[in-house]
């Protein structure tokens, strides 16, 4: 049977078996947009569809009451927002003359190699949803993102803000706990901007920009957080995507892809504005780590193969497109 997996001569040059609890605790800490949003655990054995309710807000009783005369009732309305679940995995195979003579603690590599491609892949399907919200702002005189051109500016903060607000959007107030429990920790009020890191020389230069080094007991949001403005607290994270080349083809002194500029998404949103299924409990990722072991199986009678395989369930959904803004700009070139 031929392999195509590790082999000894693939790696330069310890090795110990790897506990799959240590799997979910290297890949919880590489996860910040899944502690903002509104969670669901997923029991086994239920349907691939996850289903998230809100009550419909009620209207202000501007009629004011008659002696003696009970008004009429008011109806309840709620909307359902779905989504469906799906499946993602990957696995690295490996020899047993790795395990047996190799030097280096590959198994616990591969274990954390592969932890942090699973938060990886979440975060990722998670930013592929929020930047798909229709809600948008394009900095300068943009009307599209072909026409972007310039990089961010106060104005567009306070404009992506005001929007916010005058949907009723409540601030940030609550993330979830990076513990194997799914709970909530209180956090300073605001409203939270998530960005790719090349955004963080023209964030620093907004007016009033308040580095996170400055904050008086405030609580980070994430090892990501650079700081505020306002009421606006900024994430910026070197794995969150942007669009390169996709502006205008005026190029002088921004980040560009030799022809076009190159478009960075900043999205902004409140509190539960979207939701995801949780990185915890054991029906949420499941870990295989497989030691070659002689005889154990016809397919591989010698033990000469073994793997680190992870597999997961996962969906997120914007809950409500109103709380969730995007400002789409360009990067000042350094």
Known sequence: MSFSGVQYADVGARINAFAAATFLAHAQPLLFLEKMAQTQYVPKNKSQVIKWRRLVPFAAAMEQLVEGITPSPIGVIYEDVQSQLAQFGSWIPFTDVLVDTHEDENLKQFSIGASEQASLTRERIMWNMLVSGTNVIY???AVSRPTVQAPIDLGDIQLATRALKVAFTKPITKMINASVKIATSPVDSGYVAVGHTNMEQDIRALSGFVPREQYSNVTLLSEHELGKVQSIRFLLAPHV???PGAGSTTIAGVLNNGTNVDVYPLV?????????TALKGM?????AVKQPKIGESYEDPLGQRGFVAW?????AVILNQAWII???A???AL
């Open 241 to 243: 995507t942007y669009f």
């Open 311 to 315: 597999k997961m369930w996962f969906s």
């Open 268 to 276: 902004i949103f409140g509190q539960d504005a979207f939701a995801a």
């Open 139 to 141: 900095s300068g005189t």
């Open 326 to 328: 995007r400002i789409e």
């Open 283 to 287: 029906d949420s990722v499941k870990v």
């Open 330 to 332: 360009a990067v000042t």
